[in-house]
């Protein structure tokens, strides 16, 4: 069964950074591609950004300039790093894995982290 365990998540004032991590369970990470979407209150689910398992990414326009997707193979994880936060960037961030390019939406969620900048 796949598992995505999501970490990282927090409080945090405008213009600061967090990491968050995903951890996937074995197979799914070498083969899939690994993303991050968020969902504010009120809002639709919308992509962040995503890395296949050959290094493309993706980038939506709200992580463009601050945000860096990135995976460690060998740790089964993959990596959001996010700088200048915005209050806007407020939202529940959810990993996702199972599609099999940047282009596709993988079939596994993670639980969400949440995510919270003050201005």
């Known amino acids: 069964q796949v598992q995505l365990v999501e970490s990282g998540g927090g409080l945090v004032q405008a213009g600061g950074s967090l990491r968050l991590s995903c951890v996937a369970s074995?197979?799914?990470?070498?083969?899939?591609?690994m993303g991050w979407y968020r969902q504010a209150p009120g809002k639709q689910r919308e992509l962040v950004a995503i890395?296949?398992?050959?290094?493309?990414?993706r980038y939506g326009d709200s992580a463009k300039g601050r945000f860096t997707i990135s995976r460690d193979n060998a740790k089964n994880t993959v990596y959001l790093q996010m700088n200048s936060l915005k209050p806007e960037d407020t939202a529940v961030y959810y990993c996702?894995?199972?599609?099999?390019?940047?282009?596709?939406?993988?079939?596994?969620w993670g639980q969400g982290t949440q995510v919270t900048v003050s201005s």
């Open positions: 996702n894995a199972g599609g099999r390019s940047v282009w596709s939406l993988g079939a596994y």
């Open positions: 074995v197979s799914i990470f070498s083969t899939d591609a």
């Open positions: 890395i296949s398992n050959l290094g493309s990414i």
